[in-house]
């Protein structure tokens, strides 16, 4: 283990010399190739523009499996600035990349999930408190806010903060939140993204109240390990071989649901489920095919091995 090979990074990459989800420092390389040899380079160039993709010269795209917990991680990842640079400004201007979502389909899922939200707690909905911890555009934020919910947001993004700000809902940087206590924790799509995700998930445990309630929600990693010889980073979107769980420097852990567990006992937090029923408070159907996913999907949560969890204090 350790890391010898560190001075032949270059100024925006470091590593990373235990699991950052359960700190075991035992783990095993499944796979390492250079940033900008193929097939790696090819996702950099999906992604960013030429000048940008020189700063990953000297680093490697190394994926290493934790011997406890099961999750894989990339070893070398960008610094705290390189991470800065990425999200506020390399993936602005370079990203090519259109994702097709239907605004009303997200809304309908964010509405089934926060009624879900609301029966977790045996008080009226503009007395729970949540956060949205990394709430991107501030959508989540906003059905929420519509519902009744006291609902605050944050995002490492400052641009994303300032632009917020008027949408009727607190907005708080992140440096600003560990006074304030919350019943409901939401993180869609950050951990995966997350240097130290263990330390975060600490964090945010402080800032829960007494029955407080974190989600987690990532992409699948379940089934990337044996996908990895076949992968392919000029595939389509949705394509099988576009190894979305661990894209090159910014899906910096893939998790399964057992290393999403391992990693909340390490922190003091435990699963929990809301009764079946309560997830059909609403169901959410533009079609047939809507109809039968949202009636599927609590089943899913519970039987098959997801990557979609509540945890709350042991
Ligand atoms: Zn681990």
Redesign the pocket.
């Known amino acids: 283990m350790g890391l010898s090979k560190s001075e032949s990074y270059n100024q925006y990459f470091t590593a990373r010399n235990k ?6 420092t035992e ?1 095993k390389i499944i796979y390492e190739r250079s940033f900008l040899q193929e097939p790696i380079v090819k996702f950099l160039e999906r992604k960013l523009r030429p000048e940008v993709i020189k700063n990953y010269d000297g680093a490697s795209y190394v994926l290493r499996k ?6 894989i ?1 990339q070893e070398q990842i960008l610094t705290d600035e390189g991470l800065n640079l990425l999200y506020d400004k390399w993936l602005f201007e370079g990203d090519t990349e259109e994702i097709k979502v239907s605004e009303i389909e997200k809304f309908l899922f964010y509405t089934q999930e926060l009624l879900r939200v609301r029966r977790f707690f045996k008080k009226p909905v503009t007395e729970i408190k949540i956060l949205d911890y990394g709430m991107g555009q501030g959508k989540w934020c906003s059905v929420a806010h519509a519902i009744g919910f006291n609902v605050t947001g944050t995002d490492l993004s400052n641009q994303l903060i300032e632009k917020s700000k008027e949408k009727g809902f607190a907005v708080v940087p992140l440096n600003e939140l560990s006074q304030h206590k919350f019943d409901f924790i939401n993180t869609e799509q950050v951990f995966e993204h997350l240097s130290q995700p263990l330390d975060t998930l600490i964090r945010l445990k402080e800032m829960l109240s007494e029955n407080g309630i974190i989600k987690i929600s990532v992409p699948n990693g379940n089934h990337v390990e044996k996908k990895i010889p076949n992968m392919d980073w000029t595939a389509p979107r949705g394509h099988k071989n576009l190894l979305i769980p661990i894209t090159p420097s910014i899906h910096i852990n893939a998790y399964s649901y057992d ?1 999403i567990i ?2 909340g006992e390490v922190a003091g937090l435990k699963p929990v489920n809301a009764s079946i029923l309560s997830e059909y408070t609403i169901l959410s159907a533009l079609s047939i095919k809507d109809l039968i996913k949202s009636l599927l999907r609590p089943i899913y949560w519970r039987y098959i091995k997801h990557t979609y969890v509540f945890l709350q204090k042991k």
């Open positions: 699991c950052p989800a359960c700190n075991h783990s934790c011997n406890n917990c099961a999750l991680y290393s391992k990693m």
